[in-house]
């Protein structure tokens, strides 16, 4: 366990500066303080759901997209920094369903635990817009703070390494910090029961750890029949042609029954595909080992490379945890590896139609560079083989 000085830091921005009619609006918001466990403390303003709340901090350098990572269920129990210095400037849409799915979101609700933020725009402008990013954070009951140094936290983060966190109002009572590694996360977000998607040529099994729901967009419009089931459900009784493991929050370990149903797949020899947990969750199934990265990664520019190869390729991430390549045994190889840190982007078997990535091929939003792996598993159930 980490032990941390006591020492207390209190940061702001001495020179962050508003116009006078953001100067009037902000006396309106409630003070708010991001605390992390190092005894750092940042000073901003509340423009989400007034509630305390605490998590793992975690940052994203993406641009845009903030309703999609919001509603992201791998963001569960964590509060999302986003480093882009103005949010909130393009507003949301309405959470339209078309065939059981969200047309904008990623997922029903909003997922991450609290937002955090530099500058907060108090106006909106968008042809899709329904209403602003702070009504809908409280309609759905998310905390959120701006007027904070984002660019300072992101640099303590990626010096200290992974942190605990916690929003608290300074008048309000306090709270203890919480690890949501030490809960099974994957249960919280996870479907309940078995939903079916689409009268497709191929039927797909497809593990919710928490999937984002431009996966299953990107299955249905390749002509497949997916079969959605929770995330310890024993799906091997069903008719299927492939199995596809999702994405999903936290610590993988605490999957070992999703692990033993992948296992009996296997047993079969049918095509597997999976994406970001579903990558670690086919390593553990192989006999490999996961391990927590220093702070993870989550953005929309993480270049990776296709092992073997000169090809490289522009992904959106947002996983805390890799697999430890070293620990695969000779049946497997890396099939994508990260080229900002060398670590594993994906595997694949060498004789069987098993094959994952650790990164977003469908990427909701962000670069769909390597959506073309979708197309792949298609052609790993028409012929039983790996063509890449």
Known sequence: ???????????????????????????????????????????????????????????????????????????????????????????????????????????????????????????????????????????????????????????????????????????????????????????????????????????????????????????????????????DYDFNALEFDGLFISNGPGDPSWCSPTVVNIQKTMETGRPIFGICMGNQLLAIAGGAKTYKLKYGHRSHNQPVQLVGTKRAFVSSQNHGFAVDSSTLNDNWQPLFVNMNDGTNEGIRHKTKPWFSAQFHPEASSGPTDTEFLFDIFIQAIEKKKLLI
Not at 40 to 45: A, C, E, S
Not at 50 to 66: C, H, I, R
Not at 199 to 219: E, M, P, Q, S, W
Request: glycine share 8%; proline share 5%; aromatic share 12%.
């Open 1 to 231: 366990m980490r032990v941390w000085k006591t020492q207390i830091f209190h940061v702001f921005l001495p020179h962050f500066t508003h116009s006078p009619l953001q100067k009037g609006i902000m006396h309106n918001f409630k003070e708010l303080h991001l605390v992390l466990e190092d005894g750092t403390v940042f000073r901003g303003k509340s423009f989400g759901f007034e509630l305390s709340v605490a998590g793992e901090v975690v940052f994203n350098t993406a641009m845009v997209g903030y309703p999609e990572s919001l509603t992201d269920p791998s963001y569960r129990g964590q509060l999302l920094a986003l480093t882009y210095p103005l949010t909130g400037n393009y507003g949301v849409p309405d959470n339209v369903f078309e065939g059981g799915l969200s047309t904008f979101y990623e997922s029903e609700k909003i997922q991450a635990s609290g937002l955090i933020i530099s500058d907060f725009s108090f106006q909106y402008s968008h042809w899709n817009a329904a209403k602003g990013l702070d009504q809908w954070l409280k309609e759905n009951k998310t905390p959120a703070i701006f007027g904070i140094d984002t660019r300072a936290l992101t640099k303590r983060v990626r010096q200290m390494g992974v942190m605990r966190g916690k929003l608290v109002f300074p008048d309000g009572q306090d709270i203890p910090f919480v690890d949501p590694d030490r809960e099974n996360q994957v249960a919280k977000v996870s479907c309940t029961e078995v939903i079916r998607y689409g009268t497709g040529k191929y039927k797909v099994a497809l593990i919710d750890c928490g999937v984002k729901h431009n996966i299953i967009r990107c299955l249905l419009k390749r002509d497949l029949t997916v079969i959605r089931v929770p995330w």
